[in-house]
């Protein structure tokens, strides 16, 4: 299991805690150390300090609004990687989720509101891309402080939810969990290489922004036919072809279990299995490593 499994679920998935979306954890005043790293005394505040800087540029582009420009922040004091990913780990962190786990998540959410992705806005300089699915929005009270947000949102049930997010599966989208504050559930983003999460850790190999999924794939090479289908969903790298024998081989070390190709392979060739049962994948949560 992932560290925030051990440290947060009890050995379990994280993701699938009721704790982990619960008002009381919302409104808990945070540690001096949480403090430190968020600059906010509680999750809410937390939130809607996020809220306020990724979703309400692309709601403002939405409705015609001019983006105002961000006042000039002081210079970062500079950190190593290791200290980096540890406030990241705290403040505002991600896994990769299989499309049954995102099921499991909709089944636990009280309110699904889906959102313009601020990742698209910075990156695109598209609005309208909505990507981002918050969990429990109504909770938050942020509609209250950000008036002109409800014309730019869609509150979903859950089975417009399943619905949106199979079809996502389906595009090729790989699906994400985010804390505000660790762990408390924000919200489930549907990644590609617009998101900056994406494009900062995979592809130009920075910092991690999200651990690897609690599973692996693997190819049946008695059922693949070698038509590369699954190939073209991948986006870790984690596929290679075979030209001499006609077949796709998935390489555990590079997998994030994201389920992409299991969804595309037309032959049910493609299965998958919890990463601690699979001896070249346990333990591998971040770049090749057990951390």
């Known amino acids: 299991m992932c560290q925030f499994c051990l440290e947060h679920g009890e050995g379990k998935k994280w993701y699938l805690q009721m704790k982990s979306y619960s008002q009381e954890l919302l409104h808990q005043e945070l540690s001096a150390r949480q403090q430190e790293i968020v600059g906010t005394k509680t999750r809410l505040e937390f939130i809607n300090q996020v809220f306020e800087e990724t979703v309400v540029p692309a709601m403002g582009a939405m409705a015609g609004k001019r983006p105002e420009t961000p006042p000039a922040q ?26 049954e786990d995102v099921e499991k998540v909709i089944d636990l959410a009280d309110s699904i509101t889906r959102l313009p992705c601020g990742c698209r806005f910075l990156t695109t300089g598209k609005a309208d891309q909505r990507y981002c699915f918050g969990l429990g929005l109504d909770k ?77 794939c693997q190819v049946d090479w008695d059922l693949c036919t070698g038509c ?23 390489n555990p070390a590079r997998c994030f279990g994201c389920g992409l190709c299991k969804t595309a392979c037309p032959h049910g060739a493609i299965s998958s299995l919890p990463r601690q049962e699979h001896p070249q994948a346990a333990d591998l949560w971040l770049k090749g490593t057990s951390k």
């Open 140 to 216: 938050w009270g942020v509609l209250g402080n950000f008036p002109d947000a409800a014309s730019s949102l869609e509150v979903l049930d859950k089975e417009e939810a399943r619905k949106a997010f199979r079809g996502l599966d389906e595009e090729g989208l790989v699906h994400t969990i985010w804390t505000a504050v660790t762990p408390y559930v924000l919200w489930m983003c549907n990644c590609d290489h617009d998101c900056l999460g994406i494009r900062r850790y995979i592809e130009q190999d920075g910092s991690p922004r999200f651990f690897r999924a609690e599973i692996v």
């Open 74 to 99: 002081p210079p970062a004091v500079r950190l190593s990687e290791d200290e980096m990913l540890a406030r990241r780990r705290v403040s505002h962190f991600g896994q990769v989720l299989p499309i």
């Open 228 to 250: 590369k289908e699954c190939m073209r969903q991948c986006q870790f790298g984690a596929q290679f072809y075979s030209s001499a024998l006609g077949k796709v081989y998935i």
